[in-house]
């Protein structure tokens, strides 16, 4: 067994994404479902949004371990991650209970943001920059097929066997993922021999001011989406009365369309090059947030309107990982957790505003809000970042 060699590195890859497809479906069924898991906890739409806050402001204390994978190797990190998503997943199924859920959550989420950092330092360690736009694009596929095929079943379980049921299903996937990472990744120790953690990532800060342009950029991207996304399960319930198994059946459609944009991004990103694609792509999706209430009385318009909005946004995000990877090399996992942070912390503010934006002005104070914040993200790329 100690002389064995490493898997492909086609086989790691697919690894990876296994095991951030049952992370990624976790995270993402609540939205679409946010009125089910309301109903079955017995409390308020604005108190789920609480928790949606909760969970992302979790998510914040991923850079203090994350980092970690620097110095004592990206596999344990890993794993260690997997494990307490089964955990996080089994506690809601046995104790269902409105705070019980909100631990579920925020260790999802946690859980998550600590593997996808990792995960991605892992990409940029065993792929060359010319290539990982391909290569990240590939990974990033389990952020699509997690609408595409996770939720849907979710959908299906929840109809069924109640709202719980989707927990239990990921916490065995996820066990599954743990048994392929344990045999197919390599037991590689970090090469930082340094006190890695907060420390290392403040001292990045400090010294890569580019970071903070990525801070930024991200965090304004998905503070515009969650401020869509928190909403728009509601929407397609209110105003076009679709049915529990529907509103699985419209994520299909966000998920269709992320899965183009990462397709786009690897068959296009690294020839015709990061840089350009990310700032096209999140001028496109400011847009379109922008116009996007225009389709309310349609709903085929509204689920057009929806997959060429996920399109660019999916390809904004997508194509501006490698760019990220490749800031720090040899500290990859810091600059990628400073991505990561970024995006939680969005996602926490998205969650608080979106309740807020929706009811003061319904989807069309929602889009134009979810516009005009892309559009600073897109300039702030324009003038800060460099490839």
Wanted: glycine residues 10%; aromatic residues 10%.
């Amino acid at each position: 067994m100690r002389n064995r060699q490493p898997a492909s590195t086609g086989l790691q890859l697919t690894t990876l994404t296994i095991g951030r497809f049952f992370l990624t479906t976790g995270n993402r069924i609540v939205y679409p479902f946010l009125p089910v898991f309301a109903r079955g906890l017995g409390v308020s739409l604005t108190a789920m949004s609480q928790l949606l806050v909760i969970r992302s402001l979790a998510a914040l204390i991923g850079p203090v371990f994350a980092p970690l994978s620097e110095r004592f190797g990206r596999k344990p990190m890993l794993l260690g991650s997997l494990f307490f998503f089964a955990v996080g997943c089994l506690l809601t199924v046995a104790l269902p209970d409105y705070w019980i859920f909100g631990a579920t959550l925020a260790l999802l989420s946690l859980t998550k943001v600590i593997y996808d950092p990792v995960m991605q330092a892992h990409v940029g360690d065993i792929v060359p920059y010319a290539r990982r736009g391909r290569a990240i694009a590939f990974t990033e596929m389990s952020w699509s097929t997690a609408l595409l095929i996770g939720a849907p079943i979710s959908g299906l379980l929840i109809a069924r066997y109640g709202w719980q049921s989707p927990l239990l299903w990921l916490a065995i996937g996820i066990l599954a993922s743990i048994a392929l990472t344990a045999l197919f990744l390599p037991n590689k120790k970090g090469t930082v021999g340094r006190r890695v953690g907060l420390r290392m990532l403040l001292h990045a800060l400090v010294t890569h001011p580019s970071l903070w342009a990525v801070a930024l950029y991200m965090l304004l991207l998905t503070t515009a989406n969650d401020v869509l996304l928190v909403v728009y399960g509601t929407w397609m319930e209110t105003a076009f009365g679709l049915s529990i198994s529907a509103l699985g059946l419209t994520a299909v459609v966000i998920g269709s369309a992320e899965l183009s944009g990462e397709i786009t991004v690897g068959a296009i990103s690294d020839r015709f090059g990061k840089r350009r694609l990310v700032l096209i792509s999140a001028l496109l999706a400011a847009i379109l947030y922008a116009l996007l209430s225009l389709t309310q009385n349609n709903l085929t318009f509204a689920l057009v309107g929806m997959f060429a909005l996920f399109l660019c946004f999916e390809i904004a995000i997508v194509a501006f990982v490698p760019i990220v990877t490749e800031l720090m090399p040899e500290t990859r996992s810091v600059a990628l957790s400073v991505m990561g942070v970024s995006a939680a912390l969005g996602r926490a503010l998205g969650a608080f505003f979106a309740p807020i934006v929706a009811s003061l002005g319904g989807m069309t104070a929602t889009g134009l809000v979810a516009g005009g914040i892309t559009v600073v993200a897109a300039i702030i790329l324009a003038m800060w970042i460099r490839e």
